[in-house]
C-alpha cells in the first residue's frame, strides 16, 4: 500500500485552496454598514454631487463597485485611483482605505440610487449597498424591499432573536451567536429573512460549557456520523493497508495502524476547514469538484487493480528516500498509513453535515480558526473510531499467508471498486451506475462460486452470498435497461409502467431562480399568505446535490410533498458576491442546503436540511411547514 501514495498525497496540495496565513489579530465583529462606511453627500462649486465615505480602520470599500443609477439608466461617476489589493473574493482590485469620494458631474432631478460595498479586513465582506441620493436635498436613505418607506440611513439588514421576552438585534453582515437556548425572531428592516435559529452549534456549545464542551461533543458528532455513506469507503482502504501486512499483522499492530490513519485523516480534516476558514473560500467547493471526485474514482480503481495482482505499484526511490527523510520516527508501513490517512480526508471533507456546516459558520464569522480547526479534528477523531476497532480486531481476525490471503485481497479490491463506483456515481449518465453496481456483483458471484475453501460450511455461506450477489445484479442490469436510475429501486420504470405509478404524483418539480437577497425577498413578498416557499442552495460542482436531484426530487412521493410550494433554487456555481451576501445572511455554510419558509415568510422550526437529503427528510420537512 507504498504505491502512488506520494501522488496522493500532491492530490490535496492541488484541492487546497491558496493560504496566506492567518491574521495577526481577530478582526472582531464587523461593524454596521453605517459605521464602517460613512456617506455624506455634497455638492462642489460647479454644482456636481459628490459622495464621500468616511472609512473606519480595517475596512476598505471596492472601486469598481461604486455606481449610480437613475431609472435604469448608469450614470458616469469620477473616482480617483486606489491601492491595488489581491482580494480573496474578487481577485485583483483597486480599494479605498481611510476615505472614499466619487463625483457625478452628470446633471440629474430627482432621486438616485447609488451603490458601493467594501469589506472587513481579514474579516467578512458586506452584501453589496444601496443608498436613495434626493439630488435636491442631498438626503439619504436605505430603500425598503418590500415598497414601503425608506429605512433610516445605516439601519441595514438586521437579524433579532428573543431570549426571556427581550429582543435584541445585530447586523446581518455582522453574524453574531444567539444566547444558548434562544428561539428566533428573526425580522430585518433590510433583509425581511424571518429565520428559525438557535444560534450557531459551536456558539451554542460555547454558551453552556466553554472550549471543553466543544473540543467533548464534537467527537461525539464524529461517532455518530460514523456509519453514513461519506464513511463507508475509509473501510476497504484501512482495510486493504492491514492487509498487506501480511504475517507481521497482530492485534497491537492493527490498533497502531488504524489509529496512525484515523489520526492522519483527522488532522487533513481539520487543516482542510482551517485553510478554508483563512482563505475565504468554501471547503464544499474545493472538495466536492467533479474533477476531485473523478481522480479519486481513477485512484480507486488504480488500488483495485492492484489487489487483484495485475500490477504492483511502486513509488520510485528518490520519492521513498524523500518520504523517509522527513517522517524518520515512522517506520515504512507506518508512513504509508499515515499518508493514506491524509488523502482519505477528500473523500470525507465533501460531505456537508449539520457539525460540519456549523464549524466552517463559526470559523467564516469569528476569525476563530483554532477552536474550528480543532473541532473539525475531534469530528475526525469521532467518526475514526469505528475504523481502529475494526483494524485491532482485524489484527487478529485476518489470515496469515498462502491461498486464503489472495482471496482476502480480491475481496479488499471489490471494496475499493465499490468505492470507485459510489465516488464516481453522481458523475454518470443516469442509470450508467446501476450497470456498474450490476457488473461489479457478478463479479463477485463469480469469484464466490470459484473460490475453494476448505471448510464446507465457509464455503457453502459463501456460494449463498455469490448466488444472491448474481440474482441482484441480474436485476440491476434489467432495471438499468429499463431505464431505472435508484439501484435501491431498479425496476421502478417497469411498475410504472405497469399503471403502478401512485396516485397523485406531480410533475417534474419546476425551481425559479434566485441568486440575490432583493430578488428572494421578493419571491417570498409574492407568495407571502398563499403558499410555503423551498429555497434549495445547489451547485454545479456540489457532488451531493447530484445524487439529490437524481434520486430524490423524482420520487412521486417528495413531489407531492413539494407540489403546494414555491420552490426556488439559489445556483451557486458562478459563485459571486450577491451569492455570498445571501449565505451570509441565511446562515448558509454550503450546498446541499434547503430551507422552508411557511406561508407567513417565516422559517419553519426544525425544518432546516444540511447535507445529505433522503426522501423521507425531505418530506418530513416538507409536511412540517405545511401544517403552519
Known amino acids: 500500500m507504498k504505491t502512488v501514495l506520494f501522488a496522493a498525497w500532491a492530490l490535496v496540495a492541488l484541492a487546497l485552496p491558496p493560504v496566506a496565513g492567518p491574521a495577526s489579530a481577530s478582526p472582531g465583529v464587523p461593524l454596521p454598514v453605517s459605521e464602517a462606511f460613512q456617506l455624506e453627500v455634497t455638492r462642489d462649486r460647479d454644482g456636481a454631487l459628490v459622495f464621500s465615505w468616511d472609512i473606519a480602520p480595517g475596512y476598505y470599500l471596492y472601486r469598481e463597485h461604486l455606481g449610480a443609477r437613475q431609472d435604469d439608466t448608469d450614470l458616469p461617476l469620477t473616482t480617483p485611483p486606489g491601492t491595488a489589493k489581491d482580494d480573496p473574493t474578487f481577485g485583483s482590485m ?3 482605505y481611510d476615505s472614499a469620494t466619487a463625483t457625478l458631474a452628470t446633471p440629474v432631478f430627482g432621486t438616485l440610487d447609488l451603490t458601493f460595498q467594501g469589506c472587513q479586513d481579514d474579516g467578512l465582506c458586506y452584501a453589496p449597498e444601496i443608498r436613495h441620493v434626493d439630488a435636491q436635498t442631498l438626503e439619504v436613505s436605505a430603500p425598503d424591499s418590500f415598497g414601503g418607506a425608506p429605512a433610516a440611513l445605516g439601519e441595514g439588514p438586521q437579524i433579532a432573536w428573543t431570549t426571556g421576552g427581550e429582543t435584541a438585534s445585530a447586523p446581518s453582515s455582522a453574524p453574531s451567536a444567539a444566547p444558548a437556548g434562544s428561539t428566533s425572531a428573526v425580522s430585518t428592516s433590510g433583509s425581511d429573512f424571518e429565520l428559525a435559529r438557535t444560534g450557531g452549534l459551536v456558539e451554542g456549545l460555547l454558551a453552556r460549557g466553554g472550549v471543553a464542551l466543544v473540543l467533548v461533543s464534537f467527537p461525539l458528532f464524529g461517532l455518530l456520523l460514523a456509519f453514513t455513506p461519506c464513511v463507508f469507503p475509509m473501510y476497504p482502504i484501512l482495510a486493504g493497508a492491514l492487509a498487506r501486512e501480511g504475517d507481521t499483522l497482530t492485534a497491537w499492530r492493527g490498533f497502531v495502524l488504524s489509529s496512525i490513519y484515523v489520526v492522519s485523516l483527522a488532522t487533513a480534516f481539520g487543516l482542510l476547514g ?7 473560500q468554501n471547503l464544499q467547493m474545493v472538495l466536492q469538484s467533479p474533477v476531485t471526485s473523478g481522480v479519486l474514482a481513477v485512484l480507486f480503481a488504480v488500488l483495485a487493480l492492484s489487489m487483484f495482482g495485475v500490477f504492483e505499484l511502486q513509488l520510485p526511490n528518490a520519492w521513498t528516500n524523500w518520504v523517509s527523510a522527513r517522517t524518520g520516527g515512522l517506520g515504512g508501513s507506518k508512513r504509508s498509513t ?9 473523500i470525507v471533507g465533501p460531505c456537508v453535515t449539520v457539525p ?3 464549524a466552517l459558520l463559526y470559523i467564516a464569522q469569528t476569525a476563530d480558526v483554532a477552536l474550528g480547526a480543532a473541532a473539525l479534528f475531534g469530528l475526525g477523531l469521532g467518526k475514526g473510531i469505528p475504523l481502529i476497532v475494526m483494524g485491532t480486531l482485524g489484527g487478529q481476525a485476518l489470515p496469515r499467508a498462502g491461498a486464503w490471503m489472495e482471496g482476502v485481497k480480491r ?28 457488473a461489479l456483483l457478478i463479479a463477485v458471484a463469480s469469484f464466490a462460486f470459484s473460490a475453494a475453501l476448505p471448510n464446507a460450511t465457509a464455503l457453502a455461506s459463501l456460494r449463498a452470498l455469490g448466488g444472491l450477489a448474481l440474482v441482484y445484479g441480474v436485476i440491476l442490469l434489467v432495471g438499468a435497461s429499463a431505464g431505472g436510475t435508484d439501484p435501491l429501486k431498479p425496476l421502478a420504470p417497469l411498475a410504472q409502467r ?6 397523485g404524483s406531480a410533475e417534474d418539480l419546476r425551481f425559479a431562480a434566485t441568486g440575490s437577497i432583493p430578488d428572494l425577498q421578493a419571491r417570498l413578498a409574492a407568495a407571502k399568505g398563499e403558499r410555503p416557499t423551498m429555497v434549495y442552495f445547489t451547485a454545479d460542482w456540489c457532488v451531493t446535490c447530484r445524487t439529490i436531484e437524481r434520486s430524490v426530487f423524482p420520487d412521486p412521493q417528495v413531489k407531492r ?4 410550494f414555491q420552490l426556488v433554487k439559489a445556483d451557486l456555481s458562478d459563485f459571486d458576491a450577491e451569492n455570498a451576501a445571501l449565505m451570509r445572511t441565511l446562515q448558509v455554510a454550503g450546498p446541499p442546503t434547503m430551507i422552508f419558509f411557511d406561508a407567513a415568510g417565516r422559517e419553519a422550526a426544525d425544518t432546516r436540511l444540511v447535507g445529505t437529503v433522503t426522501v423521507d427528510t425531505l418530506t418530513r420537512s416538507a409536511r412540517t411547514t405545511e401544517r403552519l
Open 561 to 564: 410533498s413539494l407540489a403546494a
Open 94 to 96: 483597486e480599494v479605498y
Open 356 to 358: 460540519l456546516a456549523g
Open 338 to 346: 499515515a499518508l493514506l490517512g491524509f488523502t482519505s480526508a477528500l
Open 274 to 280: 482551517a485553510a478554508a476558514g483563512w482563505s475565504g
Open 498 to 503: 405497469g399503471g403502478a405509478t401512485a396516485p
Open 411 to 438: 475481496v479488499f479490491g471489490f471494496g475499493f471498486l465499490a468505492t470507485a463506483i459510489w465516488t464516481a456515481a453522481p458523475l454518470l449518465p443516469p442509470g450508467v451506475d446501476l450497470a456498474l453496481w450490476a
